[in-house]
């Protein structure tokens, strides 16, 4: 039974469970990101990659740990959480990383103080889900905090291709299912065009 409780706190499954029914909306999926997933999206990296790395919406920390076993390093890294008690756990689990509470749409604001470029946005947000304004607004603010031809990866459930709350600037340039997660996920990648 210890075993179980021990699995269970780090891999923040109740925690998941409880931001769902405090918040279905918000959190966008049924269960975790399978590491299945969470690998497919760092691989996407093409590391080393210097600079900065933001994920958006870090969750139970699955996107987080596939970004540093791929080679990462902690110091690159900057976490946004809007999630009070999964700040908490990713904290606890990720002491190196620089998680920060905050809503997505106010990503420019929460990074401002660091000196380094941004060259990857790895996003596990449920963007679909999202109003359209603001989704829109996410679109914009990582245009605005990505260096020119630095990376947005992004998964999501839906089969339709079209990402209108994108601006022009962000040019697809992959787009991959990974089967093994449940539902099926597909990552998009997109490039920052060069200015």
């Known amino acids: 039974m210890k075993f179980w409780s021990q699995w269970l706190h780090k891999s923040g ?3 998941f469970i409880k931001e769902i029914i405090r918040n279905p909306a918000r959190v966008g999926a049924a269960v975790p990101s399978s590491k299945y997933l969470a690998n497919a999206m760092a691989r996407q990296l093409k590391l ?9 919406g870090g969750g139970t920390g699955a996107v987080t740990a ?14 946004i959480e809007q999630s009070e008690p999964l700040c908490q756990h990713l904290r606890e689990f990720f002491p190196k ?6 809503d997505a749409l106010d990503v420019e604001h929460l990074i401002k103080n660091f000196q380094q470029p941004v060259n990857a946005v790895v996003s596990s947000l449920p963007l679909r889900l999202l109003s359209p304004e603001d989704s829109k607004k996410i679109g914009l603010a990582i245009e605005k905090i990505l260096a020119p031809n ?3 990866i992004q998964f999501t459930y839906s089969w339709r291709q079209d990402y209108p709350h994108l601006p022009p600037q962000l040019e697809r340039l992959s787009s991959k299912y990974t089967w093994l997660n449940i539902p099926p996920a597909r990552i998009d990648v997109f490039m920052l065009k060069g200015v």
Do not use: F, N, W
């Open 13 to 15: 499954l109740i925690l």
């Open 66 to 79: 596939a970004l540093l076993e791929q080679g990462v390093l902690p110091e690159q890294l900057i976490v």
């Open 97 to 102: 990383v620089t998680v920060i509470q905050g």
């Open 48 to 56: 080393p990659i210097g600079g900065l790395i933001v994920e958006l």
């Open 150 to 152: 630095g990376r947005y």
